[in-house]
């Protein structure tokens, strides 16, 4: 897998349902974050969980890190047809210089 | 609340010529970035700059980009000789600092070369 690979490609889901989008990278972290972006505009900046968390909320948000699997999770709950968007994770790498790299995105729909 | 800024919004050049993105990252950050994004793919790291130099760069950062922060707000990314290829979102980028801090992009430069 390369690094920062989000699963699942593709996710259609009823409004009010939770949505579950994984994400799994393949070296060492300082950091991983996950963006939201609208068809064509900027990314926008969800949440950030250090290498040495487990688990962060931000209002519907809930993200987990198990750097033991290298693996990371999103939770959107109760979602909403304004959350229909491509999500993103981004690892910070513990390389010399500041790199983050970005994953190829999960695309949510949530049906009204 | 402080944002980054990107200009232009969309500029439409022909093969072979020079262009300027241009940025203003928030005014306490210390780390800048650019990114693109191909039409339909995924975010690709481009460079980092830290310290008027740059600190990282991918293989897609060949010899027909630079950067510059040529005073102290502004952050650009020189393409030479654009090739039809470039045509992507161009996303800056930056942060307050390295480890741990999060990185807050602009809406990005639509780049189309024809």
């Known amino acids: 897998s390369q690094q920062g690979e989000e699963d699942p490609q593709a996710l259609s889901i009823q409004e009010g349902e939770n949505a579950t989008m994984n994400c799994s990278y393949k070296t060492s972290i300082n950091n991983l974050q996950w963006y939201r972006q609208n068809s064509g505009r900027g990314l926008v900046h969800l949440i950030l969980?250090?290498?040495?968390?487990r688990e962060k909320h931000s209002g519907r948000l809930r993200v987990t890190l198990d750097t033991s699997k290298k693996s990371s999770s999103l939770l959107i709950t109760a979602s909403r047809a304004a959350d229909t968007a491509s999500y993103f994770c981004?690892?910070?790498?513990?390389?010399?210089?500041?790199?983050?790299?970005f994953g190829a995105g999960t695309r949510l729909f949530v049906k009204a | 609340e402080p944002e980054v800024t990107q200009t232009p919004s969309h500029q439409v050049t022909q093969m072979g010529q020079e262009v300027i993105l241009r940025c203003v990252p928030i005014s306490n950050h210390l780390y800048f970035y650019w990114y693109r994004q191909i039409l339909g793919q995924k975010v690709e790291f481009l460079v980092s700059?830290?310290?008027?130099?740059?600190?990282?760069k991918s293989e897609i950062f060949d010899d027909q980009f630079s950067v510059e922060r040529p005073d102290g707000s502004n952050f650009t990314l020189k393409i030479r000789s654009t090739k039809l290829e470039d045509s992507a979102m161009y996303f800056c980028a930056s942060s307050e600092n390295r480890a741990g801090n999060t990185i807050y992009f602009g809406e990005g430069s639509w780049l189309t070369v024809v």
């Open positions: 969980i250090r290498s040495n968390e």
């Open positions: 981004a690892t910070g790498l513990n390389t010399g210089g500041f790199k983050t790299i």
């Open positions: 700059f830290y310290n008027n130099e740059i600190s990282e």
